[in-house]
């Protein structure tokens, strides 16, 4: 058995993961990635839109700073973020931009003089500034008060992923590609590690480190409907989760994105409505100024994903063979925008569909997009629960994002959170020395290979492993989706539970050997089913309605009793249900929780407590 | 009725003994806007669980399902069926070492490559946090934004002659990298210093033209102006070098 030792093991290479290595690195340590493929082909990279940070260069962004965009995240988040961490974020986001420029990214730039933009479907003209010439230019999204997205075309993750694994190569961060993290080795106290498999022979490998950091990006592949590339598919939440000590936190909190495409669920940019792009009905009628009169397309993503879904139960959705679906409009920008700033949605609209956006319109319907709940950790980006396990990025709940986050704070998130999260871990590093315990490794080892000879042989029975995470796939899109009720989470869980004990009788149909996509698939089914249920049971037990959590039945945000965070925790494997338990939503409060300005206003005022 | 689709798939599992490489046949019921995506899903998930192929994105921007479909390198994810014949023979990249059936190693190659070409900014600059960001023309960001659309598919270099005769060769996705540098205002490289990484046979004069990489990019790059420009800038590097002597 090969045994890797380094000093930080990042499990993931995206942005998040990079960023934190670079940051080790750059302190004299020794990081090494691990990543299911190789580092640029991490789902960082699909990020088309852009990275909020208030530099406020262009005229449209003037008199932005990092109050107005801690305002508007935590406004954004439903008043369920921490405070604390959004003013971290926002005050090193620009700076954060700032390095990654000087570090190779083509962020575009200022051009001055006159431009025209639109807004909701009608022209309007701008004129930047000469003084401002070739500083970074931002563009418009949803939710925010000023023009603060800094972008590059509509490959931002593409190009800034490019260039922070650049710099991972010169700074010497070694990627361990095609190598699947399967479980975490510790003692119940400290993390010293993870068991891995090989996916270019299939063997077990053993990796050590003084620090872990989880940085494997979102888990939507626990849904059927999704935006997210396949190795989304919270593998290593699983296996925090299956440590019985660290706690997910806000699992129920599932973002759906306004505009996946029909039938295939690829995400077109949120970019298409902020430089203008409208969405219209079956009548080619649009629909969301009578809803959102002052926001209108450019709410933030969880009031759009609700009015579209609303407006579609009115009857006034498209019918296709593959349901209902509304339309987006990006026609009156023009060939040279779309084959331009937005060639991606062009590509994608042309290769996928057989749609022309210059001429088409574009069928979309919210799909699952982002997971604003993950492994919960502290401002530092320590996970609660082990000692020497950190996580940063989407795969953590540090948790700027409450219960909605604003389009371009998850891609600016991912390198903000990675920069002060590795520096954290650094001056950990500075500060520990460890012993690993050999029986403590060989036992992990055991464990795990005592799981692939059961799933080879069929010890346990011979579910088919497909066939029970499509179970898991329908039971979660019935009934933890975009609106939600006791009834629909009711049966959620409890054909969630019937799945996690078909999750544990899965025996493999193939002989298991060599790489074996089925054995990767059965190795990870029942922590997945596991996630689904703390996705249901705390959506079931949060009775209010908040950000993208939204309950039919208790549709107000009820900020007297639910101003918290959901902490998961899977105490026992037998248990069939995780244990659930709440901490304040925010220790700091710089703005006290107050009207969004858009979306529902019902709120039942936290000065409504009793003392 | 709707087609019934036969496939031919490469098959070969190097960690088993007993594998042999053979071609496989699977047939399947085509659908609507079917796409290679969900019909490798499809004949994992119903005929062979054991079927080995790479797909991350499914969306064309990771480059991770390039295969050689029905002889050409591509992207499986953004090929539809109902463009193929009713015989469609899949196999995996050529020059890549083989993982197992369709799946092979380009990170290993690519990584390797990032080293070859020292695949960074090369700036003595420090970075200043208090500072605001150095300006650069916005034509000059969208022209290096151009050639760092690389998706790192792996499918120019199969279709390469050079590539598939000798392991050493760059080749395109290499001398894009190093053109993306070369025309960053920030890299101090002189062409000088370009010269040492791509001056040689294993270089830029290595390529023979064909241009099969700017056929099969799935991202559409000027591949061919790019070789046009660094062959020119390296023959007039080169010659310098010579009456220098």
């Known amino acids: 058995m090969q045994t890797v030792y380094t000093d930080l093991l990042v499990v993931g290479a995206g942005l998040a993961g990079e960023r934190a290595a670079v940051e080790a690195a750059d302190a004299g340590f020794s990081a090494i990635c691990l990543s299911l493929v190789p580092a640029r082909r991490s789902h960082s990279s699909a990020a088309q839109g852009g990275m909020q940070a208030s530099l406020g260069n262009s005229v449209m962004g003037e008199g932005d700073c990092p109050d107005v965009h801690f305002e508007d995240t935590v406004k954004g988040s439903d008043w369920g973020c921490d405070q604390e961490v959004a003013r971290l974020f926002a005050d090193a986001a620009p700076i954060e931009m700032r390095r990654l420029a000087h570090w190779g990214v083509p962020w575009n730039r200022v051009v001055p003089g006159k431009s025209i933009y639109f807004k909701g479907g009608k022209q309007f003209e701008k004129v930047e500034k000469e003084e401002k010439e070739g500083l970074i230019m931002a563009r418009s999204f949803g939710g925010t008060a000023k023009w603060r997205t800094c972008y590059t075309s509509d490959g931002t993750g593409h190009a800034v992923m490019c260039t922070m694994d650049n710099r991972c190569a010169q700074m010497g961060v070694e990627v361990h590609d095609k190598t699947e993290a399967i479980a975490l080795i510790h003692d119940g106290e400290t993390c010293s590690g993870v068991v891995a498999r090989c996916l270019r022979s299939g063997e077990l490998r053993v990796y050590l480190a003084k620090a872990v950091m989880i940085a494997s990006g979102g888990f939507g592949r626990i849904y059927p409907n999704t935006t997210n590339a396949v190795i989304c598919d919270g593998g290593a939440h699983a296996m925090c989760v299956d440590t019985g000590v660290v706690p997910m936190g806000n699992m129920e909190a599932v973002q759906f994105h306004p505009t996946g495409i029909v039938p295939t669920d690829i995400l077109v940019t949120e970019g298409c409505r902020g430089d203008g792009g409208t969405l219209l009905d079956v009548n080619e009628k649009r629909f969301m100024d009578i809803y959102e009169p002052e926001k209108a397309e450019l709410a933030s993503r969880d009031v759009v994903s609700r009015w579209m879904t609303h407006h579609m139960r009115e009857g006034h959705g498209v019918k296709s063979p593959y349901g209902e679906h509304l339309w987006l409009d990006i026609r009156h920008l023009g060939e040279e925008h779309i084959t331009g700033k937005l060639r991606e949605v062009y590509e994608i609209c042309t290769s996928f569909l057989g749609v022309n956006p210059i001429h088409q319109l574009i069928p979309v319907r919210p799909t699952q997009h982002y997971s604003m709940g993950g492994v919960r950790t502290n401002k530092d980006g320590a996970a609660y629960g082990l000692k020497g396990l950190f996580s940063a990025g989407e795969a953590a709940c540090w948790d700027m994002h409450g219960f909605n986050r604003l389009g371009g704070n998850s891609l600016a998130e991912t390198v903000v959170a990675g920069g002060i999260v590795g520096r954290k871990i650094a001056e950990y590093l500075k500060g520990c020395e460890t012993i690993f315990q050999t029986a403590l490794i060989s036992d992990a080892v055991k464990r795990q290979q005592t799981r692939i000879d059961a799933l080879v042989k069929c010890r346990n029975g011979s579910e088919n492993v497909y066939r029970v995470r499509a179970a898991m796939h329908e039971a979660l899109n019935k009934g933890a989706n975009i609106f939600r009720t006791r009834e629909g989470l009711d049966a959620c869980v409890a054909a969630l539970q019937e799945a996690l004990v078909r999750a544990k009788n899965v025996g493999l149909r193939s002989d298991g050997k060599g790489v074996n996509p089925e054995l990767a698939a059965a190795l990870k089914l029942e922590g997945q089913v596991k996630l689904a249920l703390m996705v249901a049971y705390g959506a079931l037990m949060r009775t209010e309605s908040r950000g993208s959590h939204n309950r039919e039945d208790f549709p107000a945000r009820n900020d007297r009793d639910w101003l918290t965070r959901t902490l998961a925790i899977w105490k026992s494997p037998d248990d069939t249900l995780p244990t659930l338990e709440y901490e304040p939503a925010t220790t700091v409060v710089e703005i006290p929780p107050g009207d969004r300005g858009y979306g529902k206003s019902e709120i039942i005022s936290a000065d409504d407590k009793k003392e | 009725m709707s087609r019934l689709l036969k496939f031919n798939i490469f098959r070969y599992n190097p960690e088993d003994t007993l594998s042999t490489p053979h071609m496989e046949e699977f047939v399947l019921e085509e659908t609507d806007a079917m796409t290679l995506f969900i019909a490798l899903n499809r004949i994992r998930e119903e005929q062979d669980p054991s079927l080995q192929f ?144 791509i001056g040689n046979d294993m270089g830029i004069f290595g390529c023979m033209g064909l241009l099969a990489c700017e056929d099969v990019c799935p991202k559409h790059l000027p591949l061919q102006n790019q070789l046009g420009f660094l062959r020119r800038k390296m023959g007039i590097t080169s010659l310098k070098r010579i009456f220098r002597k």
């Open chain 2, 54 to 197: 790479d797909f991350c994105c499914r969306a064309g921007i990771c480059g991770s399902c390039g295969m050689v479909i029905n002889g050409r390198p591509g992207l499986a994810c953004h090929t539809k069926t109902k463009d193929l014949p009713g015989e469609i023979t899949l196999l995996p990249l050529p020059v890549f070492k083989l993982v197992g059936d369709l799946s092979v190693d380009t990170g290993s190659w690519f990584r390797e490559m990032y080293t070859r070409t020292e695949s960074w900014i090369h700036t003595d600059k420090e970075f200043d946090p208090a500072a605001l960001e150095e300006r650069m023309d916005n034509k000059t960001a969208v022209g290096i934004y151009e050639l760092e659309r690389c998706v790192e598919c792996g499918c120019c270099i199969s279709a390469c002659g050079t590539a598939r005769l000798r392991e050493d060769f760059l080749g395109a996705a290499a001398l894009n990298r190093v053109a993306r540098f070369l025309i960053d205002p920030r890299d101090q490289r002189t062409d000088a210093d370009y010269y040492e990484i």
